[in-house]
């Protein structure tokens, strides 16, 4: 009864701060009504932590009932298990210190409160997603999420000079997202047909008792399961819209990219495993979207020069790398790495929002540089974030990369080459945009080089205790190379306490594989950082202007020109079909049509109104000519009848 009343509050706590403050947060002092927001959310991390400390297998909480009929029955319950507790623990947490930073970072805007507002829905939302014990629950966050994605995306839409931008980047962000929303649905209702519920472990149970029901329905189940995951966790080739999304605040970028929405598709396949293990092919199809995915992100994200955009592109290569190790099924490395990138990534993206705030909004890296002596605390975390992300020795992201390079190893070897090339791009794009911001001399002018300021305490707090995580977040899950006792310690925690994991058992390579694969990977990260230093800080090389860059450098900076192909393929021909279909149906048809009604009555009236003249003989005729026809038609329909 307690772990109930904790989830219910868990869940509960976040949507009482967005009734509050959506109602009466306008009257109320920003102070209060960002500290509600923050406090509610991490009151909720607090009772989070209790669950964790108290878990002992699964337990479900039902709630109500929502839908009986013809033995069909479905639930809102809820799920306390290894997975669903450790996915609140990075929300909830993650999530409060980004509402600590907003608070900072959002203090003169003037939708303050519809901001919180927005914020603490996007929390309940993501917790909806994850503590679901059925797939219709899970739904309901997928879309919450959704939805408030739209809302943070394009919150700045009255914006003078980027309103329109802010506007078309949300509106593509939901789009984008609704395909992958199509094929959820699709996958649910085949899952309906199949086992008549969408409760996780009843259709895990029935796949064990009842192996007839695999097979090719398997396969087209985890495929839209797939696409849906493509889409929230932005996969080739529902990826566009992640890198749009960072039109909207710093704040919402880290939320999204760190601890909700870019999760919720990696969170659907673990929390699925016990179907996708029986579709072969459907992870083979995860591994190559995941291989490409990590690939072309990272090649993009070498010539950005927008510090957000930079920090996206490599959100979706670390999305790809995800997905590679659930393509082979390691399935806890994925969410090892969820976790450490949950650090570091939304370490680097408070990091560039206090960068963003001390430069007055520019967001150019070319117009940065030398902002170390100026930005003290936000320069030493942001490099703790960028050698965590660039896999720099016993950091986070060190330990969290290698496994997933290793698990690469042991299936594919080609894998792993491409893998190597994908993490080593990672470590350029990641140690130019460190050099290029906050070394070198000043590029944005004395005037705006006399108003830089480090951020305050309510924004530095947070990402000092980022980049402690970031720093030591490895040791949740340390090789077993050395470290015995306390070797692998995440894998066991969510194997021993997920539906279906405990069947699926990672690679482990022997000592001395092991030993090289982590040698040879930190020569590349510390290869990689002494180029950086020598070409950026020393040499003091630049960011090029667009007409001195390379053919290379141009389809970098320009994306592959993915998002012209996509506009050209897809956009313009559904535009002109609309405007044919407007025309035809709407103009020539649907509006026309109502025109010749409206003359036909018209003329009618016109007509027959010369009938009501005011003449009584003219009334008496035509009363008379009735009688004689309604007379006549009963005469002729008597003789016809007999």
Not at 195 to 200: A, D, P, R, S, V
Request: glycine share 8%.
């Amino acid at each position: 009864m307690a772990k109930d009343l904790t989830l219910i509050l868990i869940l509960a706590l976040p949507l009482i701060g967005f009734v509050i403050n959506g109602t009466i947060g306008k009257k109320l002092p920003k102070v209060l009504v960002g500290g509600l927001a923050t406090s509610v959310v991490f009151v909720a991390f607090l009772l989070a932590l209790t669950l964790f400390n108290g878990l002992n297998g699964v337990q479900i909480v039902r709630l109500f009932e929502i839908l009986n009929y013809d033995q069909i029955t479905i639930n809102a319950s809820f799920q306390i298990d290894a997975l669903s507790v450790w996915m609140t623990l990075i929300i909830t947490g993650i999530g409060s210190l980004i509402h600590l930073f907003s608070m900072g970072y959002m203090s003169h805007d003037p939708g303050y409160h519809k901001f919180f507002t927005y914020l603490n829905l996007f929390i309940f939302s993501m917790l909806l997603l994850v503590l679901g014990s059925n797939y219709f629950v899970l739904f309901f966050g997928w879309e919450g999420v959704g939805m408030c994605s739209y809302l943070l995306i394009g919150f700045h839409y009255n914006d003078l000079q980027k309103g329109k931008a802010n506007s078309l980047a949300a509106r593509k962000a939901f789009i984008m997202n609704r395909i992958g929303d199509a094929g959820l649905l699709l996958g649910l209702f085949m899952l309906l047909g199949q086992f008549g519920t969408l409760e996780f472990q009843k259709i895990g149970t029935a796949l064990i008792a009842n192996p007839a029901l695999q097979g090719g329905a398997m396969l087209l189940i985890t495929l839209c399961l797939f696409i849906a995951a493509t889409g929230k966790s932005a996969q080739i080739p529902l990826f566009t819209w992640l890198p749009d999304a960072m039109a909207g605040p710093t704040p919402v970028s880290a939320l999204i990219h760190a601890a909700t929405m870019v999760t919720a598709g990696i969170y659907l396949t673990v929390r699925s495993n016990f179907l996708f293990e029986l579709a072969p092919f459907t992870k083979e199809i995860i591994l190559y979207i995941g291989l490409a995915t990590t690939l072309v992100a990272a090649f993009m994200a070498l010539r950005q020069n927008d510090i957000k955009k930079v920090l996206a592109y490599s959100t979706v290569s670390q999305l790809g790398l995800m997905f590679v190790a659930l393509g082979f099924g390691a399935y806890t490395v994925a969410l090892f790495h969820v976790t450490t990138h949950a650090f570091f990534k939304a370490l680097l993206f408070l990091g560039s929002g206090s960068v963003i705030h001390g430069m007055h909004e520019e967001q150019d890296i070319r117009k940065m540089g030398g902002l170390a002596k100026l930005m003290p605390i936000t320069h030493f975390t942001f490099l703790i974030g960028t050698m965590a992300i660039a896999g720099i020795p016993f950091l986070s992201g060190f330990y969290s990369k290698d496994e997933i390079l290793a698990q690469a190893l042991h299936h594919n070897p080609a894998v792993y080459a491409i893998l190597v090339v994908a993490v080593t791009m990672t470590a350029i794009y990641m140690f130019r945009l460190y050099f290029l911001t906050f070394h070198g001399a000043f590029r944005g002018g004395d005037a705006l080089r006399a108003k830089v300021h480090e951020s305050g305490l309510s924004m530095t707090l947070p990402i000092i205790v980022l980049a402690f995580l970031s720093v030591f977040g490895g040791l949740l899950n340390l090789p077993g190379l050395f470290f015995h006792g306390a070797a692998h310690w995440f894998d066991h925690y969510l194997s021993a306490g997920t539906f279906g994991l405990s069947e699926v058992h990672n690679a482990h390579l022997d000592f001395n594989t092991s030993i090289g694969l982590m040698i040879f990977a930190s020569i590349i990260a510390l290869g990689v950082l002494f180029w950086a230093l020598r070409n950026y800080a020393k040499k003091g090389a630049l960011a090029k202007a667009d007409d001195q860059m390379s053919a290379w450098e141009t389809l970098s900076a320009k994306k592959l020109y993915i998002d012209e192909i996509y506009d050209l393929l897809f956009v313009q021909p559904l535009l002109k079909m609309s405007a044919f279909i407007s025309n035809v149906f709407d103009i020539q048809i649907l509006r026309n049509g109502v025109y010749a009604l409206a003359n036909g009555v018209v003329n009618t009236a016109a007509q027959t109104r010369k009938w009501q003249n005011g003449l009584l003989s003219s009334y008496l005729f035509w009363m008379v000519l009735g009688i004689i026809l309604f007379v006549s038609y009963y005469i002729l329909k008597i003789s016809v009848w007999h």
